[in-house]
């Protein structure tokens, strides 16, 4: 069985942090570079950042660079975006999904190959 479970979601006043947690089982998370996406109402699914197998490598959305950090403990199998001064505009489900590398930049939610189900974001007074 492949799960990819998102935890760490929640309602947070602008300005705020969240760190949003992905738990694999059933697959090795080394084995993937692992994405972050968004999707809030009305919009298409976006790319938030990606983290390499290693983590030498991570990418992040113009929106989000400087704010959001991707980490990952492989040990833990488990990935992390700890998300800080948060902003109306970054309400959304976020997902985790995971493929063989980044490649230079988050790319589009079809190249991914295993997803969660998503956490929802808010970010309101």
């Known amino acids: 069985q492949v799960q990819f479970v998102e935890s760490g979601g929640g309602s947070v006043q602008p300005g705020g942090s969240l760190r949003l947690s992905c738990a694999a089982s059933?697959?090795?998370?080394?084995?993937?570079?692992i994405g972050w996406f968004r999707q809030a109402p009305g919009k298409e699914r976006e790319g938030v950042s990606c983290?390499?197998?290693?983590?030498?490598?991570?990418y992040y959305a113009d929106s989000v660079k400087g704010r959001f950090t991707i980490s990952r403990d492989n040990a833990k199998n488990t990935v992390y975006l700890q998300m800080n001064s948060l902003k109306s505009e970054d309400t959304a489900v976020y997902y985790c999904?995971?493929?063989?590398?980044?490649?230079?930049?988050?790319?589009?939610?079809?190249?991914?190959?295993?997803w969660g189900q998503g956490t929802q974001v808010t970010v309101s007074s």
């Open positions: 059933g697959f090795t998370l080394n084995y993937h570079a």
């Open positions: 983290i390499s197998r290693s983590a030498v490598s991570t």
């Open positions: 999904a995971a493929k063989s590398a980044c490649l230079g930049y988050i790319d589009s939610p079809w190249s991914y190959d295993y």
